[in-house]
């Protein structure tokens, strides 16, 4: 994703949360949607904290075995992700951060990420290892080639030299 897009979602998502919060609260009050914002603050940080533990647990049990915690990796971020938006204040930030701190949609989310963001990235850095796309004779980008058929150079003095 391009950083103009980027700095542009980033920017959208105060404004979109403003412009919740107003009607809301002339429809509530004021009193009640403040603490309606830091009831679901309070609620997501004891969520995104529950998960974490469990995260991180998951993540030291598998370390222990020697496999990889790539999930486990991912779900940290996007944890770390729910709980910035979670302390937050505004609807839309809380809604965010609940998406990303509920197993249930988390797991879709880090799918699609892995598949779409991950991968493609890592590709590109290990030249096609990570999805088996690999080179078996050269050098990938390697564009100074040699051709060595004999038939391809003619000797100094011969017509087509």
Same mark, same amino acid.
């Given at each position: 994703?391009?950083?103009?897009?980027? %700095?542009?979602?980033?920017?959208?998502?105060?404004?979109?949360?403003?412009?919740?919060?107003?009607?809301?609260?002339?429809? %509530?009050?004021?009193?009640?949607?403040?603490?309606?914002?830091?009831?679901?603050?309070?609620?997501?940080?004891?969520?995104?904290?529950? *998960?974490?533990?469990?995260?991180?647990?998951?993540?030291?049990?598998?370390?222990?075995?020697? *496999?990889?915690?790539?999930? *486990?990796?991912?779900?940290?971020?996007?944890?770390?992700?729910?709980?910035?938006?979670?302390?937050?204040?505004? %609807?839309?930030?809380?809604?965010?951060? +609940?998406?990303?701190?509920? /197993?249930?949609?988390?797991?879709?989310?880090?799918?699609?990420?892995?598949?779409? @963001?991950?991968? /493609?990235?890592?590709?590109?850095?290990?030249?096609? +290892?990570?999805?088996?796309?690999?080179?078996?004779?050269? +050098?990938?980008?390697?564009?100074?080639? @040699?051709?060595?058929?004999?038939?391809?150079?003619?000797?100094?003095?011969?017509?087509?030299?």
């Amino acid at each position: 994703m391009q950083t103009r897009w980027v %700095i542009a979602l980033l920017l959208a998502i105060p404004l979109a949360d403003t412009l919740l919060l107003l009607p809301v609260a002339s429809t %509530i009050g004021f009193v009640p949607t403040v603490l309606l914002v830091v009831l679901t603050g309070l609620l997501g940080m004891l969520l995104v904290r529950a *998960e974490g533990r469990h995260t991180l647990s998951k993540l030291q049990r598998k370390t222990a075995t020697g *496999e990889l915690p790539t999930n *486990e990796l991912l779900d940290g971020g996007l944890l770390i992700a729910a709980g910035a938006f979670l302390l937050t204040p505004g %609807i839309v930030t809380d809604v965010l951060g +609940f998406t990303l701190a509920l /197993p249930f949609t988390r797991y879709p989310i880090r799918g699609v990420l892995k598949r779409y @963001v991950v991968r /493609p990235y890592l590709d590109k850095q290990t030249g096609g +290892f990570v999805s088996g796309n690999v080179w078996v004779g050269g +050098f990938p980008g390697d564009d100074d080639v @040699v051709n060595l058929d004999p038939e391809e150079y003619g000797r100094p003095g011969d017509d087509n030299s």
